[in-house]
């Protein structure tokens, strides 16, 4: 059963696309395992639909270059993945070590399928636990320009041959250039329920607003701060007993299961962006 | 968008089924609109699969008997939906308000895309609230035999063409042979969150046991009591302040959100309850 | 049980102060039932800190007078209810009806022990439904100035010795002079999860950014728009296949149970507005 | 702000037990921060009433005594803690890390103030992390006669003057004998929504029931195994795509943050087991 292909697939919404793939699978003798069809019509121009489509099907012969061969040719956004390859993850880490931490104990107990490669820290704070785990960590501290900082760490995830870089708490800022090398390749999270305070100081914001549940959001990165699109997001109930302090506790919590979750759809090939910087999550 | 079918099917787990299908969809110009495969293997029994599925797809001539013909060569067991034509429900109730209100108020605004044919009570309390609604209320009190109370709910169901009852607070137990004619087809609320505290007295019983949540669960109606298969179940936390009087309060708002979202997936055709006596739910 | 007074109290944080209450309760002999001391100290100025305080005790003669001239002695700031007085409410509704029905209906099964001694709308919309429960419904449409308007609506909650107005989606914003009549006493709902999405059309800007849960708030109006202290939030998973029809639909539940849960727990006096336009629940 | 003294007290319903205790409090000048006074009636016997309480106030000198001879005098039961000493607490396992990785981890950021004194594993699984974080950890397996096995954890236990013992899944049954040896503070993590699928294999059982979550529950160890006071619970949300490999991944997730959550509880000094066997938690 593990041994399977994992099909993402988008295109202006017509009919016989699914009856296209679907039969190229069966040509070949391949069960389909899971398979969700997905047609969104955008709320001010209804016309317009667009197809959004994920497959979960067996590994057999021939079957993949039959199929990247017909999707090309219909001039259909697609990627074919195989279960049994991992995603090479690169964290990125600064002081706090929750978030990086839920993410090694996950993959380390095999609950998210892939290889955590490199970790990357602007402090020395998270060595240890990373190198207890196999994993090499890479001191690289923000006391430089950016410039410099981005090229090393450019450096060490082409190295390490990088599919996906998570952060987990990094707290700096990526450039444009840096995200145009892994783009809708970069998880964040932000420790508020975006789009709510965004910017500095979330916990203490929402503290002073008095809002009764305090939340995470997890995001691909854009060269928007903040807006980039939202993979997943949680939220936990508080009251007027949580000072910051408290809130700050309680939303590391929430930043590293929020975290995990979108690392998890992401390694298990469940996401498609789409163009209006939303995703569609197959799950 | 709004005129189109819906497929519900399941066979048993094999190669080119959703290509079938698709096939045919495709061939009489039907676009699909959605679609959901899903195959689960027995955890015991891994070899053996099950194959579910749900179409959404335009309405289109011919298409409906030519999809007909070829399920039923294929021993494909299936249901298929028009979505202009709307559900007939008879909604059973006795005292309490809550759950009866509630699915009669969402079918006036819309919500649920059904038609309350009749209203059927043990007692007079909710006639009023259904007939200024325009809804028939029948009161047919338990004080008599089972058969024969059952003998006239048989018959209002009958003259009004019922296809699903929904038992909203009705608080007696029907027999085999009455669930007999309404096989999947009579859905309840239980106000516990099942498996817990089965029985008599639930909300005493949570109390007792201190639990810190207290939930619902809706269930089509089976022989075996509070053992049918669960539609959809909702919990909400509690804490030591809460007496019996409390959490049977605040009980009332699950039950009736509860039994509404099951109501909801049957009337959208969402729901196949399988072989092992558990719902798939396409949502 | 039922017949006791209920104690809300705010003051400079000291030593002393609930000695001082609990003694004039103990010294006439009442039984203290529930008792909330609750001390804030501000964020950013940590010597400074105020006592919120919640008290249930027995109704016994007496002890009010000797309780309130006790507390005003002290500069303390206060407000005693006697639990079998029921709050006055008056319902502000525009043509949806899901929050208008929610409040009726828990106050007529006693959920909520309030009186709703009134309904002002300016759509006849949801007159029947008043009226089939007793309640007076006033028609007055926003189609005048808006002084004429809230001229009229301010004579009908004089008339009826309103206590409480709730404004059930009556979607017209209130001049600064009518909330000063009724200062802390106007609950709205709004609905998103404040402070995300403020102003017009929350659920399109919510679909347009591609949350994964809408929600909805409950605040105190205050001359702010949308900026009042928030008495109740509550928040509902989505995913991509809910377009802004269903995100309203889903929106709308709960948008009637959080208001709901905001009018018990002012009508339970479970409410301190605080000075930085927070609320404490004494829950 | 952090010096100070925590108060739990219980007695049967009276007047003037709050008003003696802050009566004390405030003659020696202490100031009261956070103040819960909680009666409970019987739901059967109404007449019957218990007072619990949770008091936080300032360290001051020679109060402890005072306030200890007098709660003493009067019959009260009490305990008296200094926030300034840290819970003692052994960590039982066995191979899974999940919960005993999340409770190392609070501790080690502080966010549980405690003090992990020792890990006793019967497997070796979990050695090395305990060990990085400098926690001793003695391996005793569960091999020999369950009475040798106990004397050995009891004499650990009592070497490092332990006050709590946390079962961070470790999968056997205690003995009455040792269980009596640490009455209230032992607490253990159950994989399921109890009283829901009591006994072996939770998850398999939801999974054949079809239920819509699934859950953990932490609770006081008694005699009668999954019978004791439920400190905390919480749920996730599943659906008909789970397989029972998929409920435990998610599982471990609730059951790791129930845990932790119950033990934080504790070390604060937030619960009171009643009579009744269910918990009075001070949140």
New interface residues.
């Given amino acids: 059963?593990n041994d399977k292909y994992i099909l993402l697939a988008s295109c202006k919404?017509?009919?016989?696309i699914?009856?296209l793939i679907?039969?190229i699978?069966?040509k070949y003798?391949?069960?389909?395992?899971?398979?969700?069809?997905?047609?969104?019509?955008d709320?001010d121009n209804?016309e317009e639909g667009q197809l959004y489509l994920r497959f979960e099907f067996e590994k057999v012969d021939d079957l993949k270059a039959a199929l990247e061969h017909e999707l090309e040719q219909k001039n259909i956004d697609f990627e074919l993945f195989d279960s049994a390859v991992n995603t090479k993850i690169a964290l990125f880490v600064s002081k706090e070590?929750?978030a990086f931490?839920e993410i090694l104990?996950r993959v380390k107990?095999g609950?998210i399928p892939a290889e955590i490669v490199c970790a990357v820290g602007n402090h020395e704070d998270n060595r240890?636990?990373a190198e207890?785990l196999g994993v090499p960590f890479y001191y690289v501290p923000s006391n430089e320009s950016k410039d410099k900082v981005e090229e090393k760490m450019l450096a060490i995830c082409e190295d390490h041959e990088v599919d996906l870089i998570v952060l987990a708490k990094y707290m700096q800022i990526l450039s444009d250039d840096f995200i145009d090398h892994y783009k809708d390749r970069i998880i964040n999270i932000h420790h508020s329920?975006?789009?709510?305070?965004i910017g500095a100081n979330p916990y203490?914001q929402a503290?002073?607003?008095?809002?009764?549940?305090v939340?995470a959001t997890s995001h691909y990165v854009t060269a928007d701060l903040d807006e980039g699109?939202?993979i997943?997001?949680?939220?936990i109930r508080v009251?007027?007993?949580y000072?910051?302090k408290s809130l700050k506790?309680i939303g590391?919590?929430v930043e590293a299961?929020v975290l995990a979750q979108a690392v998890e759809y992401h390694v298990f090939h469940k996401v498609i962006v789409n163009n209006?910087?939303?995703?569609?999550?197959f799950?």
Same sequence: chains 1, 2, 3, 4.
């Fill in positions: 059963m919404d017509q009919v016989g699914t009856n679907t039969g699978i069966s003798g391949s069960n389909i395992l899971h398979l969700d069809h997905f047609t969104e019509y709320h209804s070590d929750h931490n104990l107990r609950e240890h636990f207890s329920f975006l789009p709510s305070f203490k503290w002073k607003r008095g809002v009764k549940f939340g699109p939202i997943e997001q949680n939220v009251n007027h007993r000072d910051v506790k590391r919590h299961s209006g910087n939303k995703t569609i999550i799950d």
